[in-house]
T-cell receptor, first 113, second 115 residues
Framework: AQSVTQPDIHITVSEGASLELRCNYS??????LFWYVQSPGQGLQLLLK??????LVQGIKGFEAEFKRSQSSFNLRKPSVHWSDAAEYFC???????????FGRGTSLIVHP | NAGVTQTPKFRVLKTGQSMTLLCAQD?????MYWYRQDPGMGLRLIHY???????AKGEVPDGYNVSRLKKQNFLLGLESAAPSQTSVYFC??????????????FGPGTRLTVL
């Protein structure tokens, strides 16, 4: 069965520190992969997506993600976290020809001053 | 261009009451989705639609009905609300474009409490 796993429920970092949020996928073939961010009381907003080509993807708000086929991972990174990055982050996968993305359970990012 | 809008933003119901949540998108997207979000459960798909006049069940469809009479609108109905339906409901839309790697656009959510 297709699945997307975010192993970390909560991540706490200090402002200015680097960040890596993990996402692992299980699909028969390489899926399209997405990272979304949800600020408190808001809907989800796309940060970035991967569908082919360069395995390092740049997104909005200074985020990037690296697709690693050998590890079935699509981890989200940011070199220096700002307090405004505190939010819920969701990884999602979508196989070609499917209507329905599969979401991970989400990772809550807490930023300490 | 308003994107995806949801009406209402908040609602409190008593057990057994009915209501309809409205989702509207102005991007001419073919696909529309209804999710519920509960603490620790992530997003769970209730129903979805791949085009005007078509709907399909998602992961947790029981107790909900949907309709897509117009391409831009996707309605979610609760015929007899139960406390277990207390949740935040999100609507999303996605364009049909060759390649299939298109992202979803989400509305701001409707917070529903059933007493």
């Amino acid at each position: 069965a297709q699945s997307v796993t975010q192993p970390d429920i909560h991540i706490t970092v200090s402002e200015g520190a680097s960040l890596e949020l993990r996402c692992n996928y299980s699909y028969g073939a390489t899926p399209y992969l997405f990272w979304y961010v949800q600020s408190p009381g808001q809907g989800l907003q796309l940060l970035l997506k991967y569908f082919s080509g360069d395995t390092l993807v740049q997104g909005i708000k200074g985020f990037e993600a690296e697709f690693k086929r050998s590890q079935s991972s699509f981890n989200l990174r940011k070199p220096s976290v700002h307090w405004s990055d505190a939010a819920e982050y969701f990884c999602a996968g979508l196989s070609g020809g499917s209507y329905i993305p599969t979401f991970g359970r989400g990772t809550s990012l807490i930023v300490h001053p | 261009n308003a994107g995806v809008t949801q009406t209402p933003k908040f609602r409190v119901l008593k057990t057994g009451q009915s209501m309809t949540l409205l989702c509207a998108q102005d991007m001419n997207h073919e696909y529309m989705y209804w999710y519920r979000q509960d603490p620790g459960m992530g997003l769970r798909l209730i129903h979805y639609s791949v085009g005007e006049g078509t709907t399909a069940k998602g992961e947790v469809p029981d107790g909900y009905n949907v309709s897509r009479l117009k391409k831009q609108n996707f309605l979610l109905g609760l015929e007899s609300a139960a406390p277990s339906q207390t949740s935040v409901y999100f609507c999303a839309s996605r364009v049909l474009r060759r390649g299939g790697h298109n992202e979803q656009f989400f509305g701001p959510g409707t917070r529903l409490t059933v007493l």
